[in-house]
């Protein structure tokens, strides 16, 4: 006899994680959105330094962590939550307000994780179609919130597509939702925004809505994706508690906490990777125009684009595997036909572009 599983291990779609992990190093890993940038040294020692002491479970409040943030953005170290990267938070958020009966809503395509709060919680997805630019159509969201929402997922810049909207509109949005509904700005790109401009600027409006959650991750423009560290800056502190309260206790290792504190105190050097970025963005936006091809407007450290139909999503993900670049198929990401690409260094991005060249070569 198998094993019987809950029942909502069937509803629970399974996280489109990338492969080819498995290929060595001569590979151009652009299908994660991580940052091409290697961790600082002082940020590897940090990390390294407390190893000796890991027989001791690290500090559950996480203190150095929390000041060190609530400093950053002002905002009280119990209204900051941590997690075992933002999805750990996110998930925890759907833990805490969803159950059968309540909704949420959110942009498809979004984030690939949104999908499973409502799955792991029986709450009701409500999936909004993004605008004909590949933007949130926020209008359209707030139409759909209703008495049985409980919760809103913005993601901003959106993944997979790119795009941002305003921090004027979403808080013409924000004043349209119910105070009793949870928003949650999935921010973890926002540090690439031009569009967006100051990455401080969204934290304002928390001063403002009661129901607002930023959600951020250093996973991207810490390059700690490896460690898995994010956080949240909560409206209040019972969202904290209440996001605390549904998980383990230890979620973050001693390794990972010390890592990111140390990774905050070098915004220079992060600015400096942040303006790179964007520069390798502008030639690889410009490389994909140049094969004739459609580039929704980043604000993100990645791309997304529209293949012809010949040769279709699988023959252009599987050629570009041949020759060495890994990317990430739309169909995973809600979007048959579509390309999400990471913006590497400008050596990985000039061999994405000529594989891509060899692959839709008449586009
Ligand atoms: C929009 C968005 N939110 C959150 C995350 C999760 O980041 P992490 O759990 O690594 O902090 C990602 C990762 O790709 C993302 O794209």
Request: aromatic share 8%; net charge negative; charged share 25%.
């Amino acid at each position: 006899m198998a094993i019987e599983f809950a029942e909502r291990i069937r509803r629970i779609p399974s996280y489109p994680v990338a492969s080819g992990y498995d290929l060595g190093a001569d590979v151009a890993m652009l299908a994660s959105n991580e940052s091409s940038f290697g961790p600082l040294p002082e940020v590897v020692r940090a990390a390294s330094g407390v190893l000796a002491g890991t027989n001791r479970y690290p500090d559950p409040s996480y203190w150095p962590l929390r000041s060190a943030l609530s400093d950053r953005y002002g905002i009280a170290p119990e209204r900051i939550a941590l997690g075992n990267g933002s999805c750990d938070i996110l998930l925890a958020a759907g833990e805490a307000l969803l159950e059968p009966g309540a909704e949420v809503v959110y942009a498809w395509p979004a984030f690939s994780v949104y999908p499973l709060l409502p799955a792991c919680t029986g709450a009701r997805a409500i999936q909004v179609p993004l605008d004909s630019e590949d933007r949130h159509d926020l209008e359209a969201i707030a139409a759909e919130v209703t008495a049985a929402t409980r919760l809103v997922l913005i993601c901003n810049p959106n993944n997979p597509t790119s795009t941002s909207v305003g921090l004027d509109l979403l808080e013409a949005f924000l004043e349209r939702v119910p105070r009793n509904v949870c928003v949650i700005l999935d921010e973890a790109y926002c540090e690439f925004a031009l569009a967006l401009g100051d990455p401080y600027a969204s934290v304002e409006l928390l001063h403002r809505h009661q129901n607002l959650v930023l959600l951020r991750t250093f996973s991207k423009v810490y390059g700690l994706a490896g460690l898995r560290v994010g956080f949240a800056l909560c409206p209040s502190e019972d969202f904290r508690a209440a996001v605390d309260q549904v998980r383990q206790p230890f979620y973050l290792s001693a390794a990972a906490h010390a890592a990111a504190v140390e990774a905050l105190r070098h915004q220079d050097e992060v600015e400096r990777r942040v303006t790179q970025t964007i520069a390798w963005r502008l030639e690889l936006e410009d490389g994909i125009r140049d094969l004739r091809l459609w580039v929704a407007e980043s604000d993100a450290n990645f791309v997304w684009t529209v293949l012809p139909d010949e040769p279709g999503e699988d023959a252009v993900v599987s050629g570009l595997r041949e020759r060495g670049v890994l990317v990430r198929a739309g169909r995973s990401l809600g979007r048959e036909g579509a390309l999400r690409v990471t913006v590497g260094t400008a050596e990985e991005n000039r061999r994405f572009l000529a594989a891509l060249g060899e692959l839709v070569p008449s586009a």
